[in-house]
């Protein structure tokens, strides 16, 4: 919206469904693309190269931004044909990365083909850059590392009168429900914590997925629920509303660019718990804004959980006022928008 009340004209491009046509509400002009996100395979991945070669080549942008795996690799392709300048950001490197194998090595190299057509490229935590560079994938020189997608901290604050501690401890995990978000570490710690502080609630928010080898199955949540460890609140869009009802936000992810849910979680005052990885580690002060605990591992954040739980009401608040001053001075939103103007006025 920034770059809109700028007086450019912005288009926007993807995967047609319900915010489609809040883009264009929203005054953007919008153009609906295929894309298979579960697909791996990239010779059925080729033809978003030339779904994007005809977009391009119609709209002719002045300059192209990228923000998602496919789009920074065909996307890039795609731009480089037609000679126009691209900034991508490496937003996170999905599963492909956490596991080594073939798939590691054809994205490797898709990454290095697409990035040398790239202006720059975005790093949204320091340890995807250095693997990028590690792996020689990209040219040191026009990488740049940004704190993350932002925040609007206006937005995302506490609401007066919900700041007091709910009777029952809440834990909150927020994401989609799949292996890699640490689901299963959060419902096993659940289970170890529930058996020691019965009156503690875990609440998940976050859509199930139908497809996919790393998705949960709808039968474990349904065991989960009957089970009586964890509370399932579906998907929805009014994940402030969800946070104001919380104690503290969990996420035991493998590896994240750098956690949305969590920098929100930080303005809301709201402290955290999560793992010890790239894109999680780099919004929390361990031991001041929240506790990192070790990755797949529901013993050790079933311990960071009862460490959560026995700080005083005047401990906790003190960890979220940090976490909210760090949010604003570190992740607010105008910090990243700052990052992407002063990129883009190179191109003007």
């Not at 994940?239 to 996420?251: F, G, I, P, R």
Request: charged share 25%; proline share 3%; net charge positive.
């Amino acid at each position: 919206m920034s770059l809109k009340k700028d007086g450019h004209h912005i288009y926007t491009i993807a995967s047609k469904d319900d915010y489609s046509n809040k883009l264009e509400e929203l005054g953007f002009r919008h153009t609906n693309i295929i894309i298979n996100n579960n697909s791996k395979n990239p010779i059925n991945d080729l033809n978003l190269i030339y779904q994007y070669y005809k977009i391009y080549k119609k709209i002719a942008p002045d300059v192209i931004c990228h923000n998602a795996i496919k789009p920074n690799i065909y996307g890039t392709i795609a731009a480089g044909i037609l000679n126009i300048p691209v900034v991508n950001n490496i937003s996170g490197l999905g599963t492909i990365f956490i596991n080594n194998n073939f798939s590691t090595i054809i994205a490797k190299l898709l990454y290095f083909i697409s990035q040398k057509k790239a202006a720059a490229v975005f790093f949204q935590n320091s340890s995807d850059l250095e693997l990028f560079l590690k792996n020689k994938l990209i040219n040191k020189n026009k990488c740049i590392i940004i704190p993350g997608s932002g925040v609007n901290t206006k937005k995302f604050v506490r609401e007066m009168g919900i700041n007091k501690l709910n009777k029952k401890f809440t834990f909150l995990f927020i994401a989609r429900l799949i292996y890699i978000k640490g689901i299963i570490e959060f419902v096993e710690a659940a289970k170890i914590i529930k058996n020691k502080f019965p009156n503690v609630q875990f609440d998940i928010l976050g859509p199930i997925y139908s497809s996919g080898e790393t998705a949960i199955k709808p039968s474990e949540l349904e065991e989960w629920i009957s089970s009586g460890y964890i509370n399932y609140l579906g998907e929805s869009d009014l994940v402030k509303q969800e946070m104001d009802k919380a104690n503290c936000v969990v996420l035991p992810s493998y590896r994240e660019g750098l956690s949305k849910v969590l920098i929100e979680a930080s303005s809301m005052s709201l402290p955290i718990i999560t793992t010890n990885v790239p894109g999680c580690k780099d919004v929390v002060i361990d031991g001041e804004t929240g506790f990192l605990c070790k990755v797949k591992d529901h013993i050790d954040l079933a311990l960071q959980m009862e460490k959560m739980i026995m700080l005083s009401s005047q401990e906790i608040k003190l960890m979220g006022e940090k976490g909210r001053k760090r949010a604003i001075e570190v992740f607010d939103e105008n910090i990243i928008i700052n990052h992407y103007k002063n990129i883009i006025n190179r191109f003007e």
